[in-house]
C-alpha cells in the first residue's frame, strides 16, 4: 500500500467507527437507593426493523450467544457503591460487567462478571460473580432503544429494568 491507500483506509475505519458508535450512543442509567448509588452504563442500540430475539434476531448470530453482553459496543457495566442484593444475588460494592442468558427471549438470567474492561465478545463463565432470573414481561409498544432504569421503590429496596424490541427484563436490587 502506498501512502494514499494507507491514509484511505485509516479514514474509512475511523469513519466506520464514529458511524457505529453514533448508531449505539452510551447511555447511563443511574438510581439512588436507600441513599446509595447504582449505575449502569451501555451502548443504546436501537431496533431499526431487525428482529432482534429468538431463532434468526439478531443476538442469535453475536459469537457469545446465547450470553449477550446486554448492550453493543463495550460491555455493559453494573456499578454500586455498596453492597447490594440482586435478586438472591449479594454482590459487594464494586464494578462489574452484565451479560444477560437470552437461549430462551421469554426467560432470562442476569449474569454478574467479575471480569471488567473487555469488549463483551468474549463471555467467559469462570468469570461470574452469579446468575439471577429475570422476571419477564412485554411492553406496551415496541421499545426502539435499549433502555435501562434503576427506581426506587422504597424502603431499601429497588429494581434493575432492562427494556428492548418486545421485552422487559427486571430483577430486584436491595441495599442494606
Known amino acids: 500500500m502506498n501512502f494514499k491507500q494507507v491514509v484511505a483506509a485509516i479514514t474509512l475505519v475511523a469513519a466506520t467507527a464514529s458511524l457505529a458508535s453514533a448508531q449505539s450512543p452510551t447511555a447511563t442509567a443511574t438510581g439512588i437507593i436507600n441513599g446509595k448509588t447504582i449505575a449502569v452504563r451501555y451502548s443504546a442500540p436501537s431496533v431499526r426493523g431487525r428482529q432482534i430475539f429468538g ?32 435478586g438472591s444475588l449479594a454482590v459487594p460494592r464494586g464494578t462489574y460487567t452484565l451479560y444477560a442468558w437470552v437461549q430462551n427471549p421469554d426467560a432470562w438470567d442476569l449474569i454478574i462478571s467479575k ?49 428492548w424490541e418486545h421485552r422487559v427484563a427486571s430483577v430486584p436490587i436491595t441495599v442494606k
Not at 446486554?70 to 442484593?85: L, P, R
Not at 463463565?125 to 406496551?140: A, E, I, Q, Y
Open 115 to 163: 471480569q471488567t474492561g473487555q469488549w463483551g465478545l468474549s463471555y467467559d463463565p469462570k468469570h461470574d460473580l452469579g446468575r439471577v432470573k429475570m422476571t419477564m414481561s412485554k411492553p406496551p409498544a415496541l421499545v426502539e432503544t435499549l433502555k435501562y432504569s434503576i427506581a426506587d421503590k422504597g424502603a431499601g429496596s429497588g429494581e434493575l429494568r432492562l427494556e
Open 55 to 86: 431463532t434468526g434476531g439478531l443476538l442469535s448470530r453475536d459469537p457469545t450467544y446465547p450470553a449477550w453482553r446486554a448492550g453493543a459496543n463495550a460491555a455493559t457495566t453494573f456499578t454500586t457503591d455498596t453492597d447490594v442484593m440482586v
